[in-house]
């Protein structure tokens, strides 16, 4: 059974960083394609950034630049570090995972794309 734990998230000032973790258990990591969501409460969950199983990535234009995607397979771990946050940045954000395929590069910042989903973690950035 798969299952994605995030964690890291937090309360920062504006400028500040952190690092969110997702632990991933029950499927065979390395091979997955995983991704990063956040959503805020009343609005539709954003893709922020993606990576394949060979560690190719993508990223939100919103993102760019800012957040690094990267996945540790020894540990079965997917990072999602965050520099220069800004208060827009404020969400809950979401780890996702889906086997490699067509489907996934077609849908990779959209939450068909996915199978499997992390409860998420709370971001909160202030001025």
């Known amino acids: 059974q798969v299952q994605l734990v995030e964690s890291g998230g937090g309360s920062v000032q504006a400028g500040g960083s952190l690092r969110l973790s997702c632990a991933a258990s029950?499927?065979?990591?390395?091979?997955?394609?995983m991704g990063w969501f956040r959503q805020a409460p009343g609005k539709e969950r954003e893709g922020v950034a993606s990576?394949?199983?060979?560690?190719?990535?993508s990223y939100a234009d919103s993102v760019k630049g800012r957040f690094t995607i990267s996945k540790d397979n020894a540990k079965n771990i997917l990072y999602l570090q965050l520099n220069s946050l800004k208060p827009d940045d404020t969400d809950m954000y979401y780890c996702?995972?889906?086997?490699?395929?067509?489907?996934?590069?077609?849908?990779?910042?959209?939450?068909?794309?996915?199978?499997?989903w992390g409860r998420g973690t709370q971001v909160t950035v202030s001025s």
């Open positions: 029950g499927f065979s990591y390395s091979t997955y394609c």
């Open positions: 996702a995972a889906d086997p490699p395929g067509a489907k996934w590069y077609l849908s990779r910042f959209s939450e068909r794309g996915y199978a499997s």
């Open positions: 990576i394949d199983s060979y560690g190719s990535t």
